[in-house]
């Protein structure tokens, strides 16, 4: 979220704020206001579940064109062929042109090799069934099978180019 902020978009924290506003008083009795468990609220006891979370971060990230000028000028540094986000956000895909997504194993064959690849891991607004927001998904993350070559292709990032982390404010106990 650290380098969405930029372009207006909410912190984890204001996001979880949002959420937990958005709930009725007797709805946020006794709940924390961390992310996970708004979120995991929203999924699990509130009555339009999934969808309604789905519908509020929407309403958030899809807003009209956002200016972001880190995306701006990473988008002028060819040398970083592959991006890898957690954000759910478009500012990439608007940013880079021809930048290649790349949010789960079908989509690795369709990328050409020579082209900047954006990798997804906690999905995207286009695909909310795939999301990875509440903490029931996060355990679902943790227990898949790693050696999918969605994951191979991370592994293989990680452990072959240097990482430099952007907007990482080492405050997300995931």
């Known amino acids: 979220a650290g380098l969405s902020m930029e372009a207006d978009y909410p912190s984890a924290g204001e996001l979880a704020k949002i959420l937990f506003e958005g709930l009725l008083i007797a709805e946020r009795e006794g709940l924390q206001r961390d992310l996970l468990t708004v979120s995991d609220y929203y999924v699990n006891r509130h009555k339009k579940g999934r969808d309604e979370l789905v519908l509020i971060l929407k309403n958030i990230f899809k807003k009209k064109e956002q ?54 891991i906690h999905g995207d607004l286009n695909s909310p069934k795939k999301l990875i927001l509440t903490q ?21 990032e990680l452990a072959e180019k240097g990482v430099l982390f952007i907007g990482y404010g080492f405050n997300d106990p995931n």
């Open 67 to 120: 200016r972001s000028e880190s995306h701006e000028i990473i988008q002028k540094m060819a040398f970083f062929k592959t991006i890898i986000t957690t954000n759910y956000d478009e500012l990439f895909e608007n940013h880079i042109n021809g930048i290649q997504i790349i949010k789960e194993s079908k989509h690795l064959s369709r990328a050409k090799s020579n082209s900047r690849k954006l990798i997804k």
């Open 136 to 156: 029931g998904d996060y355990s679902k993350l943790y227990n898949i099978n790693h050696q999918d070559p969605f994951w191979g292709k991370i592994n293989v």
